[in-house]
């Protein structure tokens, strides 16, 4: 079993939560506040963002890691190629949301250490939790999101959706349609990814 870095996971939670404080929508702020005071916040802070070595960021504390560096990706993106089209809540809300389900549900988390020695050999250190209702990570966070009162644009709903791109099927049907943030999310999301793991 992998142990946690935790210093890191306490710096990393200060910065989301710092990046949440900043929200100018204070029902959407709360909204956040509550939701990463409660039990999916404690798991989003010490879940791993992949199950192996060989993905990214496979270690307690990776999914945060992960998500503070797509929002900034994606803020450097955004400022760029569409100087002040979206606000700041838009940017952290999709940023922190695209793989908040691998945070899991609030009743159960989607990754569990594996108690398998030969698996953590391999590196694979996390196995998926059979318990969870099966549902796409994007799928997931939606589900959370409105759970827990956030509601969305029609832009960041697909923004969140479409996150893994065209390489999943379902999102195919939307290829050459997605909106502007849902290409620059996704591709912030792939180059944070390809950063953590450059093999």
Not at 127 to 136: C, F, H, T
Not at 152 to 160: D, F, G, K, R
């Amino acid at each position: 079993m992998l142990k946690p870095d935790w210093e890191m996971i306490e710096r990393n939670k200060g910065i989301v939560e710092s990046l949440v404080a900043k929200m100018e929508d204070d029902s959407r702020r709360t909204a956040f506040q509550r939701l990463l005071e409660g039990p999916l916040g404690t798991t989003f802070f010490t879940a791993p963002a992949s199950s192996r070595e060989a993905f990214h960021s496979c270690f307690p504390g990776g999914l945060a890691k992960h998500t503070i560096g797509v929002i900034a990706r994606l803020k450097v993106l955004a400022d760029t190629l569409h100087p002040n089209r979206w606000g700041r809540d838009t940017l952290i809300t999709v940023g922190l949301c695209h793989d908040l389900g691998k945070a899991g549900d609030g009743l159960h988390d989607m990754y569990l250490p594996t108690d398998q020695d030969w698996k953590s050999r391999r590196g694979e250190h996390y196995d998926l939790n059979k318990a969870i209702q099966y549902m796409s990570v994007p799928q997931r966070a939606l589900y959370v999101l409105q759970s827990g009162g956030i509601s969305l644009t029609q832009e960041e709903y697909l923004a969140i959706l479409l996150s893994d791109g065209q390489y999943v099927a379902e999102n195919k049907p939307y290829a050459m349609r997605e909106p502007d943030l849902a290409v620059l999310l996704h591709f912030a999301d792939l180059h944070t990814t390809r950063e953590e793991n450059p093999g």
